[in-house]
């Protein structure tokens, strides 16, 4: 017997998250994670670091409340999002057993993590519209224990319908956890359903810095649900998941200057997504770009294939979703700065 006979089942089968670290590239232009375009200073006090963390540091979890607009008790700090995303499968589902409901094209963590918790996977695919297809995730209700929602949806940008998902925590009251991946909403933060938490205890809504805090190095992220809920996640969490270097950046950033500095970036990324947009459209190798409240836009071109190979002679590093089912020439391209975003320009405006 060899060690790979050792591992479990689940292990043996899974093809790891394809992240943009793991693809890697060559180039100048990093345009393929949603991540920042820049990074900011930050200075660290070692006094305390000789001693455990706080498993919650009370400072970040307090900051964090009041920017989200909920009650500490409802916060958790988790390493990224991502970890919030495999602790409610963690908490929620039983491994061999239970199984969660993703609406695809998503995020493939949600996925990723059920197949590493031995967890099955009901695929209810998004809408011509790309809204979820409401009908058909209520009659899969009484299948699945916990139903990921992304909104912004990456990669497709839209946002889910507030109607639709009031509708869905309704119907799923007693019954089901439904998570709203929020990790792009401070390009639209009118579009937060953290409002729901209070008349919904089945809500569950993810956040992170990597985005819009431009803080994806330090691996923090955030679930805003229930005080139930988030004490149910507390069980399960490790016994310090937050490092004391990573709560003292994080506390900075979500001090009032963090949050005046984290909104002239947002709205410096937003104009220029607002100025590409309107370039692509005038461009005749482009022939969908789709909704843009990320700070992404997934833009479908005549010859996908085509314009992804000249980026990349170009030294530009973008994502491409081309093999995801509905995405067939699609491309996303992580909004960046004026430069980085002139230079996609260019190679675009010499393909004909
Ligand atoms: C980037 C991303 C995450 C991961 O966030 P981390 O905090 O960096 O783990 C989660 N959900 C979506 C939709 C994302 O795009």
Known sequence: MSIKDLARRAVRALTPYQSARRIGGKGNVWLNANEAPIAYPFTIDPARLNRYPECQPPQVIAAY????????????ASRGADEAI?????????????????????????????????????????????????????SRLSDVKVVFLCSPNNPTGDLVGRDGLINL???????????VDEAYIEFCPEASVVDLIARYPNLVVTRTLSKAFALAGIRCGFTLASQEVIGMLAKVIAPYPIPDPVAQIAAEALSPNGLTLMQERVDELNA?????????????????????????????????????????????????FSSKPGLADAIRITIGYQDEMDAVLNVLRDIR
Not at 65 to 76: H, K, N, S, T
Not at 90 to 97: D, P, S, Y
Not at 298 to 316: H, P
């Open 65 to 76: 409340a009041a920017y989200a607009g909920v009650q500490p008790e409802q916060v958790l």
């Open 86 to 138: 495999e602790l409610v499968i963690r908490t929620f589902c039983e491994a061999g057993q239970d199984q969660v409901l993703i609406c695809p094209p998503t995020y493939g963590m949600y996925a990723i993590s059920a197949e590493t918790c031995g967890v099955g996977i009901v695929e209810v695919p998004l809408k011509p519209s790309r809204q979820p297809d409401w009908s058909e995730i209520k």
């Open 169 to 179: 925590l309704e119907a799923a009251t007693d019954r089901a956890l439904i998570v």
């Open 272 to 320: 220029q997504k607002a100025r590409i947009k309107a370039e692509l459209q005038a461009l005749p190798c482009v022939t969908e770009i789709f909704e843009d409240k990320g700070n992404f836009v997934l833009v479908r071109f005549s010859d996908g294939e085509r314009v992804f190979a000249a980026m990349k002679q170009a030294g530009i590093i973008l994502r491409d």
